[in-house]
Protein backbone atom coordinates (compact mmCIF):
# COMPACT_ATOMS: atom_id res chain seq x y z
CA UNK A 1 0.00 0.00 0.00
CA UNK A 2 1.79 3.26 -0.84
CA UNK A 3 1.67 5.80 1.04
CA UNK A 4 2.48 9.26 0.75
CA UNK A 5 2.56 11.77 3.86
CA UNK A 6 2.57 15.82 3.58
CA UNK A 7 4.31 18.22 6.17
CA UNK A 8 5.38 21.72 6.45
CA UNK A 9 2.04 23.79 5.88
CA UNK A 10 1.86 26.68 8.17
CA UNK A 11 0.91 30.39 8.38
CA UNK A 12 3.27 32.80 6.40
CA UNK A 13 3.21 36.82 5.23
CA UNK A 14 3.17 37.77 2.02
CA UNK A 15 6.57 37.43 0.91
CA UNK A 16 7.87 34.37 2.93
CA UNK A 17 8.69 30.92 2.62
CA UNK A 18 7.91 27.55 3.76
CA UNK A 19 9.32 24.23 3.12
CA UNK A 20 6.65 21.43 1.94
CA UNK A 21 8.31 17.56 2.17
CA UNK A 22 6.36 14.59 0.91
CA UNK A 23 7.48 11.54 2.56
CA UNK A 24 7.22 8.25 0.46
CA UNK A 25 5.98 4.62 2.05
CA UNK A 26 8.06 3.00 -1.00
CA UNK A 27 11.40 4.16 -2.80
CA UNK A 28 10.96 7.51 -4.90
CA UNK A 29 13.17 5.95 -7.72
CA UNK A 30 10.07 3.83 -8.14
CA UNK A 31 7.53 6.16 -9.41
CA UNK A 32 7.24 7.84 -12.64
CA UNK A 33 6.71 11.42 -11.62
CA UNK A 34 5.85 13.22 -8.35
CA UNK A 35 3.63 15.79 -8.59
CA UNK A 36 2.39 18.66 -6.10
CA UNK A 37 -0.52 19.76 -6.05
CA UNK A 38 -3.34 22.73 -4.44
CA UNK A 39 -6.52 23.46 -4.17
CA UNK A 40 -8.12 26.86 -2.95
CA UNK A 41 -11.37 27.46 -1.15
CA UNK A 42 -13.98 27.49 -3.76
CA UNK A 43 -11.39 26.55 -6.36
CA UNK A 44 -11.04 23.60 -8.70
CA UNK A 45 -7.47 21.59 -7.56
CA UNK A 46 -4.12 22.72 -9.89
CA UNK A 47 -1.58 20.75 -10.62
CA UNK A 48 1.87 23.08 -9.38
CA UNK A 49 5.48 21.06 -9.99
CA UNK A 50 6.02 17.75 -11.05
CA UNK A 51 9.21 15.66 -11.09
CA UNK A 52 10.18 12.26 -12.82
CA UNK A 53 12.82 10.94 -10.48
CA UNK A 54 14.46 8.95 -13.74
CA UNK A 55 15.45 11.92 -15.11
CA UNK A 56 15.24 14.76 -13.39
CA UNK A 57 12.88 16.11 -15.68
CA UNK A 58 10.90 18.96 -14.15
CA UNK A 59 7.62 20.99 -14.75
CA UNK A 60 6.40 24.48 -12.90
CA UNK A 61 2.97 26.04 -13.48
CA UNK A 62 3.78 29.42 -15.31
CA UNK A 63 2.59 31.43 -11.49
CA UNK A 64 5.09 29.66 -9.62
CA UNK A 65 7.75 29.64 -11.90
CA UNK A 66 11.52 31.62 -10.25
CA UNK A 67 9.38 31.11 -6.78
CA UNK A 68 9.08 27.52 -6.20
CA UNK A 69 11.23 24.48 -6.46
CA UNK A 70 10.95 20.97 -6.81
CA UNK A 71 13.33 18.72 -5.07
CA UNK A 72 13.81 14.64 -3.98
CA UNK A 73 15.95 13.53 -1.46
CA UNK A 74 16.06 9.52 -3.05
CA UNK A 75 17.92 8.59 0.61
CA UNK A 76 15.15 9.66 2.32
CA UNK A 77 12.23 8.35 0.00
CA UNK A 78 11.40 12.22 0.34
CA UNK A 79 10.25 14.89 -2.60
CA UNK A 80 10.61 18.65 -1.40
CA UNK A 81 8.86 21.89 -2.48
CA UNK A 82 10.42 25.12 -1.65
CA UNK A 83 7.96 27.88 -1.79
CA UNK A 84 9.57 31.70 -1.74
CA UNK A 85 7.97 35.41 -1.82
CA UNK A 86 4.70 33.24 -1.52
CA UNK A 87 1.52 35.50 -2.11
CA UNK A 88 -1.68 35.20 -0.85
CA UNK A 89 -2.55 33.36 -3.84
CA UNK A 90 -1.04 30.53 -3.17
CA UNK A 91 -3.08 30.00 -0.02
CA UNK A 92 -4.61 26.32 -0.59
CA UNK A 93 -4.08 22.89 0.51
CA UNK A 94 -1.57 21.25 -0.96
CA UNK A 95 -1.34 17.81 -1.84
CA UNK A 96 1.07 15.45 -2.75
CA UNK A 97 0.56 13.02 -5.53
CA UNK A 98 2.72 9.45 -7.10
CA UNK A 99 2.35 8.51 -10.74
CA UNK A 100 3.51 4.90 -11.60
CA UNK A 101 2.56 5.36 -15.19
CA UNK A 102 3.33 9.10 -17.20
CA UNK A 103 6.36 10.60 -16.59
CA UNK A 104 6.51 14.69 -15.81
CA UNK A 105 6.23 16.86 -19.37
CA UNK A 106 4.59 20.03 -20.30
CA UNK A 107 1.82 19.33 -17.84
CA UNK A 108 1.04 18.36 -13.85
CA UNK A 109 -3.14 16.59 -15.04
CA UNK A 110 -4.39 14.95 -11.54
CA UNK A 111 -6.02 11.88 -14.00
CA UNK A 112 -2.35 10.80 -13.91
CA UNK A 113 -1.78 10.04 -10.76
CA UNK A 114 -2.13 7.23 -8.90
CA UNK A 115 -2.01 8.16 -5.45
CA UNK A 116 -2.38 11.34 -2.99
CA UNK A 117 -1.41 12.42 0.20
CA UNK A 118 -4.08 14.04 2.55
CA UNK A 119 -3.04 17.52 2.22
CA UNK A 120 -1.17 20.00 3.82
CA UNK A 121 -2.34 23.65 4.70
CA UNK A 122 -1.02 26.82 3.56
CA UNK A 123 -1.95 30.35 4.19
CA UNK A 124 -0.18 33.40 3.46
CA UNK A 125 -1.70 35.77 5.20
CA UNK A 126 -0.33 39.28 6.86
Known amino acids: QVQLVESGGGLVQPGGSLSLSCAAS????????IGWFRQAPGKEREGVSCISPSDGTIYYLNSVKGRFTISTNNAKNTVHLQMNNLKPEDTAVYYC???????????????????WGQGTQVTVSS
Open 26 to 33: GLISDYHA
Open 97 to 115: AADTYYYCSTQVAEYEYDY
